[in-house]
C-alpha cells in the first residue's frame, strides 16, 4: 500500500491569487455563455459584442493573477507542488476552456455554417492545453528559472485567442471607423478557427518561447527588449482596440520564425535531438 503525502501547511497569499485567476476564468465562461446561439435573422446580437469583450477582459485579469502568485510564492518562499498543480487546474480552466468558448461565440457566421467543425476544434484547443500543462508539471523542475518555455505558454496561447474579442468589438460597434470593417470582420471570424488551432499544436510543440515577465524583470535587458517594450506601447496608444490581438499573434509567430531562422543558418550541419519539435 502506497504511503499518502498530507498537506501540513497552505501559502495563502499565493493560492488567493491562484484562485483569482480560476475565478475570471469562471466568470468568462459565464459572461461568454450569455452570448444568444447564432441564427439566420439574428447573427449577433447587439449586447453580444460587449460581452464578448468582458469575456475577454476577465481572460486577461486572469493572466495578471497567473504572472502574480508565482512571484509571490517565490519571493515569500513558499513555492509547493501543491501550488503548482493548482496552479494548472487552473490554468486548464482560464486559459484553455474559457478562450475555447469565445472561440466560438466570436465566429457566429462560421459556427452558424461548420457548427461540427468549430467545436471540433475548441474541443482540440482544449486538449492541448491540457496535455501542455501536464507536460509542464512533468518536466519542470523547483529549481528551474523559468526563463523560458518549450511550447508556447497555455496563459499566452489562451489570451492570443481571446485578443480578437477587442477586435470583434471595434469592428461590430463602430464600424466606420475602419474601411472595409465589414470584410475584416468576416475574414477575421473563417481564420480565427484555423489560428486557434494552430496556436494550440504550438503549445504541444517544443519550439522554444521566452518568459516575458520573468524576462523583463529580472536583470538588465538588451537595447533590443526596450525597442520592442517602446513600440509595443506606442501600439496599444494608438490602436487600443487592435493591439492585443495584433502583439499577440506576433508572439505567437515569433516562435516558429526563430527555428526557421535557426534551421536556416544550421542548413548543411547534422542534426541533433535538440532540433525535434515534437516528442
Known amino acids: 500500500m502506497s504511503k499518502r503525502k498530507k498537506i501540513r501547511a497552505i501559502a495563502v497569499l499565493p493560492t488567493m491569487f491562484t484562485l483569482g485567476n480560476l475565478v ?6 459565464v459572461v461568454a455563455s450569455r452570448i444568444d446561439k447564432p441564427n439566420i435573422e439574428n447573427i449577433m446580437g447587439e449586447a453580444d459584442p460587449w460581452n464578448l469583450m468582458v469575456s475577454a477582459s476577465l481572460i486577461f485579469l486572469a ?9 509571490v510564492a517565490r519571493l515569500s518562499r513558499t513555492t509547493s507542488d501543491f501550488g503548482g498543480q493548482l496552479d494548472s487546474l487552473c490554468d486548464l ?32 484547443f482544449v486538449a492541448c492545453v491540457a ?3 501536464a507536460r509542464y508539471n512533468v518536466e519542470t523542475e523547483e529549481e ?10 497555455s496563459p499566452a496561447g489562451g489570451a492570443a485567442i481571446a485578443s480578437y474579442a477587442f477586435m470583434f468589438y471595434a469592428l461590430r460597434v463602430f464600424p466606420d471607423r475602419l474601411r472595409y470593417a465589414g470584410t475584416i470582420n468576416s ?10 488551432l494552430f496556436v494550440a499544436l504550438l503549445m504541444v510543440s517544443r519550439i522554444r518561447y521566452p518568459h516575458v515577465a520573468n524576462q523583463l ?7 533590443a527588449h526596450v525597442v520592442g517594450l517602446v513600440f509595443a506601447l506606442v501600439v496599444v496608444v494608438f490602436i487600443r482596440h487592435y493591439a492585443a490581438p495584433i502583439l499577440f499573434t506576433l508572439f505567437v509567430f515569433t516562435g516558429p520564425a526563430r ?21
Open 131 to 133: 496535455l501542455r500543462l
Open 187 to 196: 475574414v477575421a471570424e473563417t481564420a480565427l478557427p484555423f489560428f486557434a
Open 217 to 223: 524583470f529580472r536583470g538588465q535587458r538588451s537595447f
Open 259 to 279: 527555428l526557421a531562422w535557426r534551421e536556416l543558418a544550421r542548413r548543411g550541419e547534422p542534426r541533433t535531438e535538440e532540433d525535434a519539435i515534437f516528442e
Open 144 to 153: 528551474d528559472p523559468h526563463m523560458d518555455f518549450s511550447g508556447l505558454p
Open 24 to 29: 475570471c476564468g469562471f466568470f468568462a465562461i
Open 93 to 124: 480552466v482560464t486559459f484553455g476552456v474559457a478562450p475555447a468558448f469565445l472561440l466560438v461565440k466570436m465566429c457566429p457566421n462560421f459556427a452558424l455554417e461548420h457548427r461540427w467543425e468549430v467545436w471540433v476544434i475548441a474541443a482540440a
Open 63 to 71: 493572466m495578471i493573477f497567473d504572472a502574480l502568485d508565482g512571484h
